[in-house]
């Protein structure tokens, strides 16, 4: 542990480095991939073009979307900029589907009630639609996140500063615990933005909490 | 654009299409690292997925590896065995299996545990002996799911494979590292966009694949006519 015990302010800046990666390209990724999935979800057609895309720019593979990325919108390559794109590209491309299927979840005749009493289109989709579309929404956020983070590590190739530069700089001097450390950073990182969306889950749909024991015990009865 | 028009220029270049460090030898390269990669991992994570769904127990463990696969980044496991075994082919195959492994296990075992129950009872009750019950039923049912832990394996195998170019001179990621290197953004771009292109072209197959396995192999209604033969011929003979 002795190059840990040298290093850990290091460790910490490129943390935080990552983070700052990370998170806005998740955030982008969602604010992108709803209304894209809500819009998907009503027209059938425009929905299939719409993943039927995606899934081909996920299947892009990270190092030469970078690459890529820099020549379409003429970014500088070393840069946050061309990290943080190519990152929200992934983002969308997960996430635009399970958004359509989000809001395909939510029952219509919810909807319609929603109507009849008096809510306007808009307020549906803020007050019905998009609450009762969080639980699978959230799921999708989480696995973007988790790869996110992940994927961050790659623009350390580039040159763009993250705990991908433990394991680039690690491998090239050959301290296997530096690329160890770099690695169990990364795993602890996803993890732990993994539990903070779960818990702000948890704490956006607070009815979806006691519903779920009384569903089982009306199970038990059966 | 004039970026894009250089990477242009080097991919029209025929210097860039012959000897060691020509295009096709470095495409088949790539491919033959991810053909082996995906095929040494099909081997184990296959049957070990065809007995957890089918015998459904270890399920758990299938569902924590699969989560904890896409925690792990690429490039970390690709230099700890770099760091490992040495730079070369051994390290970086090593890890390519490692990073296919989850996805076909994982696909292998939601697709034959996703199998009616009812079904399977019905084939024993019909006779069907328990090898028969898998390669007959189970796995042609499975097939759609299985092909796409697959396609999934393959995705993330040719996408890594660029990066196994970082600790092996090996396959397409060699233009990139050497560009990225050297400054030379036309190389790094036109080998950016021949990874590309590869792994869309292997994405729209497997893709195919996986139709043709929904449609022809599990689709009952469409299902081989000789298959049907040899089960009418059971009671008659």
Same mark, same amino acid.
């Given at each position: ?29 969602? #604010? ?6 809500? #819009? ?169 909490? &006691? ?12 | ?5 250089? *990477? ?52 758990? #463990? ?61 084939? %024993? ?70 990874? *590309?292109? #590869? ?21 009952? *209604?469409?299902?081989? %006519?000789?298959?049907?033969? &040899? ?7």
């Amino acid at each position: 542990m002795t190059w840990l015990a040298l290093s850990w302010e290091y460790v910490l800046e490129l943390t935080r480095d990552h983070l700052l990666l990370s998170v806005p390209a998740v955030l982008l990724s969602v #604010l992108i991939a709803v209304p894209i999935g809500r #819009l998907a979800n009503r027209r059938r057609v425009l929905g299939g073009l719409v993943t039927g895309a995606a899934t081909l720019m996920y299947a892009i593979p990270a190092l030469p979307l970078l690459i890529i990325i820099p020549a379409v919108f003429g970014f500088p390559l070393r840069s946050s900029a061309t990290v943080v794109t190519a990152l929200t590209v992934y983002g969308v491309a997960l996430l635009v589907r399970t958004a359509a299927d989000a809001f395909g979840s939510v029952d219509a005749e919810v909807r319609d009630a929603a109507l009849a009493v008096g809510h306007s289109p808009r307020s549906v989709f803020w007050h019905v639609d998009l609450p009762l579309a969080i639980p699978v929404l959230l799921s999708g956020t989480r696995v973007v996140a988790v790869s996110t983070v992940s994927l961050v590590t790659i623009g350390a190739l580039i040159g763009v500063p993250g705990l991908g530069s433990l394991l680039t700089d690690g491998f090239q001097r050959g301290i296997t615990e530096e690329v160890a450390v770099g690695v169990v950073a990364t795993i602890v990182v996803a993890l732990v933005l993994d539990g903070l969306l779960l818990a702000a889950g948890r704490a956006l749909t607070p009815w979806a909490r &006691t519903p779920r024991r009384s569903a089982k015990t009306a199970g038990g009865a059966r | 654009m004039s970026l894009l028009m250089d *990477a242009g220029a080097w991919l029209g270049d025929p210097a860039n299409w012959s000897g060691d460090n020509g295009v096709p030898t470095r495409t088949v390269q790539h491919l033959a690292i991810t053909g082996a990669a995906v095929g040494i991992a099909a081997a184990v994570a296959l049957p070990a997925g065809v007995l957890i769904g089918h015998t459904r127990r270890g399920a758990g #463990l299938v569902g924590a590896l699969s989560g904890a696969a896409r925690a792990i980044p690429t490039l970390g496991l690709l230099t700890l065995f770099g760091l490992a075994y040495g730079i070369g082919l051994k390290a970086s195959l090593a890890a390519l299996v490692v990073l296919a492994v989850p996805s076909i296990l994982a696909g292998a075992y939601a697709g034959v545990q996703a199998v009616d129950a009812a079904t399977v009872s019905a084939a %024993r009750a019909v006779g069907m002996r328990p090898r028969q019950v898998l390669f007959g039923v189970e796995l042609p049912l499975a097939a759609p799911v299985v092909v796409g832990g697959v396609r999934a394996a393959v995705l993330q195998v040719v996408a890594t494979a660029t990066l196994a170019a970082y600790i092996a001179d090996y396959g397409l990621g060699r233009y990139l590292f050497a560009g990225l290197k050297s400054r030379d953004y036309a190389q790094m771009l036109a080998g950016a966009l021949l990874v *590309a292109a #590869l792994a869309l072209l292997l994405e729209l197959a497997f893709a195919a694949a996986q139709r043709y396995a929904a449609t022809r192999i599990a689709d009952p *209604a469409r299902s081989d %006519r000789n298959d049907t033969r &040899t089960v009418q011929k059971g009671p008659t003979s």
